[in-house]
Structure formats: C-alpha cells, structure tokens
C-alpha cells in the first residue's frame, strides 16, 4: 500500500518467501524512494 500523508510517502509492503520455511514479512518504508 503506498500512501502519501501531510508528512511525506508512506509505504507498507507484506512479502512471502518463494520457500516454504520462510514466513511472512511486513515493510514499512517513510520518505521518498530512492
């Protein structure tokens, strides 16, 4: 999900890994990308 607020971009990614032992993760990025 991207979003850009009054303070600046927000970003949230959930990721999988391609194998099955590696769970889920969760990202949370501020500011622009670089």
């Given at each position: 999900?991207?979003?850009?607020?009054?303070?600046?971009?927000?970003?949230?990614?959930?990721?999988?890994?391609?194998?099955?032992?590696?769970g889920?993760?969760?990202?949370?990025s501020?500011?622009?990308?670089?």
């Open positions: 999900m991207r979003w850009v607020s009054p303070v600046g971009p927000l970003r949230l990614d959930l990721a999988h890994a391609l194998d099955d032992d590696g889920i993760r969760l990202h949370f501020m500011g622009p990308e670089l």
